[in-house]
């Protein structure tokens, strides 16, 4: 069987998708992280120090 332009995009589209989903969720999480570092985590470390 030869696939053709319109079969190939049936099966590419949900694949493609779905990876472009998990792409999305991951950046999402990774911004995340980077706020919750950037704005809770470092800000506590930075004032934990000694004032000298």
Known sequence: MIAT???SDD??????A???KRVELASLWTATLFYVHRE?????KIAK????
Not at 11 to 16: D, G, Q, S
Not at 40 to 44: A, F, H, S, Y
Request: glycine share 0%.
């Open 5 to 7: 332009k319109s079969s």
């Open 11 to 16: 099966i590419l589209r949900p694949i493609l």
């Open 18 to 20: 779905h990876v472009t």
């Open 40 to 44: 809770l985590w470092v800000p506590r």
């Open 49 to 52: 120090r000694p004032l000298l």
